[in-house]
């Protein structure tokens, strides 16, 4: 009688703790430590708590991976260094063990379209994602359009703590748009507040020396924002073909000689 009221005393502890996890192994663990005395008090305690921490853990990289908002799953992993020689493995190896978070380093993919800069910095993100860090994607036009519209709704200062708030904060496609002074400035802030503090991936189809171009209203806000971001930083220039246009002109040549050889 008194064990079964234990019990219900435990699940209700469990309950009142929201640990439906290990509520719900609580049974089977109980049936399996009484059968032989197979599991010691302590091994089944572990256990328990061991369902429980699994469950929390999964759930807290749940939650990380979505707020990522990482457009594709691509990893590291999945990137062909075979089809873009430019692109040093071992660099991109060192940069997959985040030491560069850790010392705020930015990191900059600069290259033509196509060359998979995106799918780098995505997957960079994937690997701070799984390493348990606070992660973000956005593009340039994205973060401005946001900043944009915090401004006019009286949120600017939660907006750029918003910016500040995560360990790696991924800008897609800088430069692809024009950056009228607003922009800009808004930009401008966002790398200035996370300048030595937190780490950002940015990737460009220019080079360093057209940033003023983008920022043609204001050539000193350019010249201050690469300098924040050059500081502590390491630049990947991908020079090379399109990934999609070599498939496309592979497959194109394997076309063209199959119907020259019929
Ligand atoms: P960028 O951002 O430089 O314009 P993306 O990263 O979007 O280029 O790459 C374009 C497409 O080609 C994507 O579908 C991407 O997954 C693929 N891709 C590019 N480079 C590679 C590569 N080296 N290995 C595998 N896929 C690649
Ligand atoms: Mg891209």
Redesign the pocket.
């Known amino acids: 009688m008194s064990a079964a009221s234990d019990y219900q005393r435990l699940r209700s502890h469990l309950a009142f703790l929201r640990m439906t996890a290990a509520a719900e192994a609580l049974p089977g663990l109980l049936e399996e430590a009484a059968k032989d005395k197979a599991l010691s008090p302590t091994e089944l305690l572990e256990r328990l708590l061991a369902v429980e921490v699994d469950a929390v853990d999964d759930r807290r990289r749940a939650s990380l991976a979505r707020f990522a908002s990482l457009p594709?799953p691509?990893t590291l992993a999945?990137?062909?260094?075979g089809?873009?020689p430019s692109?040093d493995p071992k660099l991109v190896a060192d940069l997959a063990t985040l030491r560069f978070v850790d010392d705020a380093t930015n990191v900059l993919l600069i290259?033509?379209?196509?060359?998979?800069?995106?799918?780098?910095a995505v997957g960079l993100g994937h690997a701070a994602v799984a390493a348990g860090m606070r992660t973000y994607y956005t593009t340039a036009a994205d973060l401005v359009a946001r900043c944009h519209r915090a401004a006019l709704e009286g949120r600017w200062a939660t907006t750029m703590r918003f910016y500040a708030g995560a360990r790696l904060l991924i800008i897609?496609e800088v430069g692809y748009l024009p950056m009228p002074a607003e922009a800009a400035a808004a930009l401008f802030q966002v790398v200035s507040q996370r300048y030595l503090k937190g780490s950002i991936v940015v990737?460009t189809n220019l080079g360093i020396a057209s940033w003023g171009r983008v920022f043609a209203d204001d050539q000193m806000v350019a010249a201050a924002m690469l300098d924040r971001l050059l500081h502590r930083s390491v630049v990947l220039d991908?020079k090379g073909d399109?990934?999609?246009m070599r498939s496309h002109r592979a497959r194109a040549e394997a076309t063209r000689r199959a119907v020259a050889g019929s």
């Open positions: 594709s691509f999945d990137f062909d260094f089809a873009q692109v290259g033509p379209p196509g060359v998979g800069k995106t799918m780098l897609d990737t991908i399109s990934y999609r």
